[in-house]
């Protein structure tokens, strides 16, 4: 994500809809959102269907 942002500046704005809709992480800090975390553990598992 940092090569994108640093090589296509002008077009992050229009993007971040749809990185954050395919990433919804994207732009947060897990580390310091632990529901978002735990949502994005959760869809993890279920899409590569592990037990956990």
């Known amino acids: 994500m940092t090569l994108l942002e640093r090589c296509f500046p002008d077009r ?27 949502q994005v553990r959760k869809d993890t598992m279920e899409t590569l269907e592990l037990d956990g």
Do not use: D, F, V
């Open 12 to 38: 992050m704005t229009s993007w971040r809809p749809l990185i954050q809709e395919a990433i919804p992480s994207y732009g947060h800090k897990l580390s310091e959102e632990p529901e978002l975390l735990a």
